[in-house]
């Protein structure tokens, strides 16, 4: 089995820094690539916050450009999340994606967390 889990989050003012966590384990037999970060606010769609696309670049959406920074660690099993200028806007429940295959298969899979929230608020 394989698991997903966010940390990190919290209570925040606006314009504080708060950083991310996400770690993924188990029995794992690989990671792909493509991996990221999501969002989704009470009443909305979940959205993408920034991910690491399959050519290794990094892609950010629009809300967050120049303030938010995604990193992962060599092995791509720990993931972060530095969220800077926080706006009561990234108020969300922030989830993290990996496509990891299991022991024992060679197609991977979507696998998400249970997500941790961020609240900002004055």
């Known amino acids: 089995q394989v698991q997903v889990a966010e940390s990190g989050g919290g209570l925040v003012h606006p314009g504080e820094s708060l950083r991310l966590s996400c770690i993924a384990s188990?029995?794992?037999?690989?990671?792909?690539?493509?991996q990221g970060w999501y969002r989704q606010a009470p009443g909305k769609e979940r959205e993408l916050v920034a991910r690491?696309?399959?050519?290794?670049?990094?892609k950010y959406g629009d809300s967050v450009k120049g303030r938010f920074a995604i990193s992962r660690d060599n092995n791509k099993r720990i993931m972060n999340l530095q969220m800077n200028s926080l706006k009561p806007e990234d108020t969300a429940v922030y989830y993290c994606n990996f496509r990891i295959a299991e022991g024992g298969r060679g197609l991977p899979r979507g696998v998400w967390g249970r997500g941790t929230q961020v609240a900002v608020s004055s």
């Open positions: 690491f696309e399959n050519t290794g670049d990094t």
């Open positions: 188990g029995n794992i037999f690989s990671v792909n690539t493509v």
